[in-house]
T-cell receptor, first 114, second 108 residues
């Protein structure tokens, strides 16, 4: 049973370009969480999704950021018109259900904006 | 004040020492997690607990719900334990609220 997969592992973009980060949850998991870790800072919650639904996006910037988790395929975190401040590690985690179910983390995508 | 506070921020120990990392939180939680982040950046879940104590190998995690405090202990520490240890509490929607982490360095 493969763990949580994220790709790409490293992504370099120039200011103004779009970044698309993908997360495939563990098999059977229908809950996905995206977290961001800025350089020298702790992890921060961005968005929580179930299949085809955004449950909580309170941690996501209102502009330029969007997330989806379609019925088929991976969850996508999309950042439009990237700026240098978007440079960070973006981690995805998945869980079987909510409640007290453990979250399993992917290896992260390190985004660098030039 | 952060919702999740960890101490110490940095910790250097000699191989074999007993290590304690503390976590205090100020919000209501359904569970508390201890995570390990390796120098390469990957995150591993060590424990999830909502009461009492859990043990896995040389690692022990305890939580006191009344005092809103948890500790992570490492017995007989080893250089391979060097990592950042992160405390995280689970909010009502299931998302995690993280402490800033404790950077542990174990010297041979």
């Amino acid at each position: 049973n493969a763990g949580v997969m994220q790709n790409p592992r490293h992504l370099v973009r120039r200011r103004g370009q779009e970044a698309r980060l993908r997360c495939s949850p563990m098999k059977g998991h229908s809950h996905v969480y995206w977290y961001r870790q800025l350089p020298e800072e702790g992890l921060k919650f961005m968005v929580y999704l179930q299949k085809e639904n955004i449950i909580d996006e309170s941690g996501m910037p209102k502009e330029r950021f969007s997330a989806e988790f379609p019925k088929e395929g991976p969850s996508i975190l999309r950042i439009q018109q990237v700026v240098r401040g978007d440079s960070a590690a973006y981690f995805c985690a998945s869980s079987l259900t909510t409640g007290n179910n453990e979250q399993f983390f992917g290896p992260g995508t390190r985004l660098t904006v030039l | 004040k952060n919702e999740v506070e960890q101490s110490p921020q940095n910790l250097t120990a000699q191989e074999g020492e007993f290590i304690t990392i503390n976590c205090s939180y100020s919000v209501g939680i359904s569970a508390l997690h201890w995570l390990q982040q390796h120098p390469g950046g990957g995150i591993v879940s060590l424990f999830m607990l909502s009461s009492g104590k859990k043990k896995h190998g040389r690692l022990i995690a305890t939580i006191n719900i009344q005092e809103k405090h948890s500790s992570l202990h490492i017995t007989a520490s080893h250089p391979r334990d060097s990592a950042v240890y992160i405390c995280a509490v689970r909010g009502s929607q299931g998302n995690l609220i993280f402490g800033k982490g404790t950077k542990l360095s174990v010297k041979p």
